[in-house]
């Protein structure tokens, strides 16, 4: 992968979704005054990657909710230690790492809501609100909203409608004041930290279905790199970049291999049902790099 080949594909961002790296939530019903009901099914919305259009292409990125649900389905046990310490939000001094640090206790929350950790839930959530302070978002998050977050703290889908409506104000402040570019770090920030999940999770309970969804952030990095090129010509963006450029590189020789079955068809209920199946060919050896290098670079974001 070259960079001048993606400096030549990538001039601007159109939309940035920021809401879709904290949309989680694992099964309960909205009550009460203080719950959202704006998303009448929130299941939807996470289960599906979120769309950002650039140009004239659109690309695809996953929400780490979707990461956090599938480790909960594996059994794997709650694991705090793989986390970033809420703590450490008070000793981001710089714009870049307050922004990919947001993104990063995005996916944070998400996985600790899903584990019904809710004292860890509230943890993260100050320091979101403290980030978001930091970078001028902090409408999202006032004290009425931060109130309703504690009132409906063990209401999974409660949750997930409040910060669902949260960051679509934030990402509405992003995108009107031009600062696209805080966007697309709170992005890159929530992916690395879902990659690292799964990869830590995979060294204590192996999993076809962790291994696979490993091999295919082969394509997912490639539209992330694209997403930060326009940024190129700051150090800090370069230095991003560039580590994920490497990262990328270890994906490499992951495969896909499609295999053609014939499509079923329901004539009762005009249905079309497409049986063909596309498998990723991923081997130990190249986890255990890609495992090494998203370490490296999350626990580089992270101190």
């Not at 001028?136 to 909203?145: I, L, N």
């Not at 991923?282 to 992270?302: G, H, L, M, P, Y």
């Amino acid at each position: 992968m070259r960079i001048s080949s993606n400096k030549a594909i990538i001039k601007s961002i159109l939309i940035v979704f920021t809401s879709s790296i904290f949309l989680f939530g694992c099964g309960e019903s909205v009550d009460n005054e203080d719950a959202v009901t704006e998303d009448a099914d929130p299941m939807k919305t996470i289960q599906g990657s979120r769309l950002i259009q650039m140009d004239d292409a659109v690309f695809s990125l996953p929400s780490p909710i979707q990461t956090s649900l599938l480790i909960l389905q594996t059994g794997a046990s709650y694991n705090v230690d793989m986390l970033n310490l809420p703590s450490k939000a008070a000793t981001y001094s710089v714009t870049m790492s307050k922004a990919i640090n947001l993104g990063i206790y995005g996916a944070d929350l998400g996985y600790v809501t899903c584990y019904d950790q809710t004292q860890d839930a509230l943890s993260y959530l100050k320091a979101i609100r403290g980030l978001a302070d930091d970078l001028g978002v902090s409408s999202a998050f006032d004290a009425k909203t931060l109130a309703r977050f504690e009132n409906n703290l063990g209401k999974k889908d409660s949750i997930l409608s409040l910060v669902s409506v949260a960051y679509r104000a934030a990402d509405s402040y992003l995108k009107t004041s031009e600062r696209s570019d805080i966007g697309v770090l709170v992005l890159a920030g929530g992916w690395i930290e879902g990659l690292y999940f799964i990869t830590n999770i995979l060294k204590i309970q192996d999993s076809q279905e962790i291994k696979d969804r490993i091999g295919t952030q082969k394509n997912t990095i490639d539209n992330l790199i694209k997403l930060l090129m326009p940024y190129y010509d700051d150090p800090d963006f370069a230095q991003l970049t560039d580590e994920l450029i490497e990262l990328a590189e270890e994906f490499d020789n992951v495969e896909f291999n499609y295999e053609f079955k014939e499509s079923s068809h329901d004539a009762a209920n005009n249905l079309t049902t497409i049986n063909s199946e596309s498998k990723v060919v991923i081997t130990d050896e190249q986890i255990s790099s890609i495992s090494e290098k998203i370490a490296s670079i999350r626990n580089e974001i992270v101190e």
